[in-house]
């Protein structure tokens, strides 16, 4: 009984500090779209055999979210946010700099 208990507050606790979910790629217009359409989004890039297929897919996105935010009075910026929005190249923990410097 003992061991069961053990077990069970042993998974609560994995539960409770497991690290959240990596957030999704943002979606040019996300705020425009239903659930239904973030998910097709998603699905047709996945899809995608080719860089340059999944660039036309994005510009023709980029396209019907513009027009669709003109519909609704909504401003959307003139371009779609870069892939992967993050730190960029040579971004990163790389060597140095950082706290622990292995003395």
């Given at each position: 009984?003992?061991v069961?208990?053990?077990?069970?507050?042993?998974?609560?606790?994995?539960?409770?500090?497991?690290?959240?979910?990596?957030?999704?790629?943002?979606?040019?217009?996300?705020?425009?779209?239903?659930?239904?359409?973030?998910?097709?989004?998603?699905?047709?890039?996945?899809?995608?055999?080719?860089?340059?297929?999944?660039?036309?897919?994005?510009?023709?996105?980029?396209?019907?979210?513009?027009?669709?935010?003109?519909?609704?009075g909504?401003?959307?910026?003139?371009?779609?946010?870069?892939?992967?929005?993050?730190?960029?190249?040579?971004?990163?923990?790389?060597?140095?700099?950082?706290?622990?410097?292995?003395?």
């Amino acid at each position: 009984m003992k061991v069961l208990r053990l077990c069970i507050a042993a998974a609560a606790a994995l539960l409770l500090w497991a690290p959240p979910a990596p957030a999704q790629e943002a979606i040019f217009g996300s705020q425009l779209m239903t659930q239904q359409e973030r998910n097709e989004y998603r699905d047709r890039m996945r899809a995608a055999r080719t860089q340059e297929e999944r660039e036309r897919i994005r510009a023709e996105h980029h396209e019907r979210m513009q027009e669709r935010a003109k519909e609704r009075g909504v401003t959307l910026p003139d371009q779609p946010p870069g892939r992967g929005m993050g730190m960029g190249p040579g971004g990163g923990m790389g060597p140095g700099g950082g706290m622990g410097r292995g003395r």
